[in-house]
T-cell receptor, first 114, second 117 residues
Framework: DQQVKQNSPSLSVQEGRISILNCDYT??????FLWYKKYPAEGPTFLIS?????DKNEDGRFTVFLNKSAKHLSLHIVPSQPGDSAVYFC?????????????FGTGTRLTIIP | GAVVSQHPSWVICKSGTSVKIECRSL??????MFWYRQFPKQSLMLMAT?????????EQGVEKDKFLINHASLTLSTLTVTSAHPEDSSFYIC?????????????FGPGTRLTVT
């Protein structure tokens, strides 16, 4: 049972344009969400997070939006740069596990076209 | 930033042998570490939660006798894949939770590629 889903396995975006990565979840207990960036043969690196008490969090070129009623979050990257090409995972945690256990989505491979 | 190392970065072993993978938090203390595995083009799947000084907590479907976890200090956790078989070939990633940070503040190691022949 995949509780966190990223329905787009890949996405190609022109350099300078906006990249939008989507993530859906089914577990209503999730209250904290994170986005990670991963290069091949490397561990994930943290990008940005959002608590369920917010609907938007911004950090530089990265903005995460959360729609709790739709159980949907998205990551916006603008402007997109070639170095953004990587696999992006969304992850979620729930307080019943102390918010420690992360449940990951299946990832979206983002390719920025120069 | 916080750094987590893993050793080895890749290993090839013969079927039936055991392999130990180390996960170290280099500049912070981590009472809790996590072990994940990732198959090609799939998500990171949590295998177990490693707690310093106590037994690890395994996720459903993960054999604790096959994947032995030892968290002997606040900076080191080890995962031993016992009697490895080709189906154990995967990318194993650890993460460490900074004791001084929030519960979701985890830092990931670079991963270990295990190939069992």
């Amino acid at each position: 049972d995949q509780q966190v889903k990223q329905n787009s396995p890949s996405l190609s975006v022109q350099e300078g344009r906006i990249s939008i990565l989507n993530c859906d979840y089914t577990n209503s207990m999730f209250d904290y969400f994170l986005w990670y960036k991963k290069y091949p043969a490397e561990g994930p690196t943290f990008l940005i997070s959002i608590s369920s008490i917010k609907d938007k969090n911004e950090d530089g070129r990265f903005t995460v939006f959360l729609n709790k009623s739709a159980k949907h979050l998205s990551l916006h990257i603008v402007p997109s740069q070639p170095g953004d090409s990587a696999v992006y995972f969304c992850a979620a945690s729930a307080p019943n596990f102390g918010n420690e256990k992360l449940t990951f989505g299946t990832g979206t491979r983002l390719t920025i076209i120069p | 930033g916080a750094v987590v190392s893993q050793h080895p970065s890749w290993v090839i072993c013969k079927s039936g042998t055991s392999v130990k993978i180390e996960c170290r938090s280099l500049d912070f203390q981590a009472t809790t570490m996590f072990w994940y595995r990732q198959f090609p083009k799939q998500s990171l799947m949590l295998m177990a939660t490693s707690n310093e000084g106590s037994k690890a907590t395994y996720e459903q479907g993960v054999e604790k006798d096959k994947f032995l976890i030892n968290h002997a200090s606040l900076t080191l956790s080890t995962l031993t894949v016992t009697s490895a078989h080709p189906e154990d070939s995967s990318f194993y990633i650890c993460s460490a939770r900074d004791d001084s940070g929030g519960p979701s503040e985890q830092y990931f190691g670079p991963g270990t590629r295990l190939t069992v022949t």
